[in-house]
């Protein structure tokens, strides 16, 4: 047998070092430190406190009520109002999405210094009446934070821009259903800020980016059991 020359050991020692490393998981990605930043969650759920004033204005149901489950439900999630938010000059979206008898959920993206981030939140059950008054039940079951990819920030800009998002009214001004779900959509750039709520709508363009921001959430949402809607 002929003897294993060093050209030949150092071969198999390059083969056994590159076979050790790709039976390893490649570790995960660092977070992004800016996603730490936190903004003012208001110590009440006056829709004032979430809402520019007046907001609802055509729309008397939302104005007079459920502004007011719209802003207890996002306090309810220690999330903050988008008023600090567009002080703060971040750009950033949410979706908050209530639904009548499942857990209601928010999901925020928005971009920092060092690149973007997200934050998905679900409450543990649906608020309840007793003798048609409110009690305060529902509380924070879900809470997760991560980096979020260039690519699927690209990719929501991309569904909010053929939403035509921004020039869309507040409110569509259509009869609302005793159940459903409200989908309420924010944006902030700058100190430019908007707001679209629309009731359990069923297809286009404004539904397909507030679902992508649930698709990036990871929360789980089963459509076969009813809980998309």
């Given at each position: 047998?002929k003897p294993?020359?060093p050209?030949?050991?150092?071969?198999?020692?390059?083969?056994a070092?590159?076979?050790?490393?790709?039976?390893h998981t490649?570790?995960?990605?660092?977070?992004?430190?800016c996603?730490?930043?936190?903004?003012?969650?208001?110590?009440n759920?006056?829709?004032?406190?979430?809402?520019?004033a007046?907001?609802?204005?055509?729309?008397?149901?939302?104005?007079?009520?459920?502004?007011?489950?719209y802003s207890?439900?996002?306090?309810?999630m220690?999330?903050?109002?988008f008023?600090?938010?567009v002080?703060?000059?971040v750009?950033?979206?949410?979706?908050?999405?209530?639904?009548?008898?499942?857990?209601?959920?928010?999901?925020?993206?928005?971009?920092?210094?060092?690149?973007?981030?997200?934050?998905?939140k679900?409450?543990d059950?649906v608020?309840?009446y007793?003798?048609g008054?409110?009690?305060p039940?529902a509380?924070?079951?879900?809470?997760?934070s991560?980096?979020?990819?260039?690519?699927?920030?690209?990719?929501?800009l991309?569904?909010?821009?053929?939403?035509?998002?921004?020039?869309?009214?507040?409110?569509?001004?259509?009869?609302?259903?005793?159940?459903?779900?409200?989908?309420?959509?924010?944006?902030?750039?700058?100190?430019?800020y908007h707001?679209?709520?629309?009731?359990?709508?069923?297809?286009?363009d404004?539904?397909d980016?507030?679902?992508y921001?649930?698709?990036?959430?990871?929360?789980?949402?089963?459509?076969?059991?009813?809980?998309?809607?």
């Amino acid at each position: 047998m002929k003897p294993i020359t060093p050209s030949i050991t150092l071969s198999l020692v390059i083969i056994a070092s590159v076979a050790a490393c790709s039976s390893h998981t490649a570790p995960a990605p660092e977070p992004i430190s800016c996603c730490a930043s936190t903004f003012t969650v208001p110590t009440n759920n006056q829709p004032a406190s979430y809402f520019p004033a007046g907001i609802f204005h055509t729309d008397e149901v939302r104005e007079k009520g459920l502004a007011t489950w719209y802003s207890r439900s996002l306090q309810e999630m220690a999330e903050p109002s988008f008023q600090s938010i567009v002080a703060a000059k971040v750009e950033s979206y949410r979706f908050l999405w209530l639904r009548s008898f499942h857990p209601g959920i928010a999901v925020r993206i928005w971009k920092c210094s060092l690149g973007y981030c997200l934050t998905a939140k679900q409450l543990d059950s649906v608020d309840s009446y007793v003798d048609g008054k409110f009690v305060p039940s529902a509380k924070l079951a879900v809470n997760n934070s991560r980096p979020l990819s260039a690519d699927d920030w690209d990719r929501f800009l991309s569904l909010l821009d053929r939403s035509y998002f921004w020039s869309l009214p507040t409110v569509d001004g259509g009869p609302m259903a005793n159940d459903g779900a409200e989908w309420l959509l924010e944006g902030a750039i700058g100190s430019k800020y908007h707001l679209v709520d629309r009731q359990s709508p069923q297809t286009g363009d404004y539904r397909d980016a507030c679902l992508y921001l649930l698709k990036l959430s990871e929360l789980k949402v089963d459509a076969s059991k009813g809980e998309l809607y």
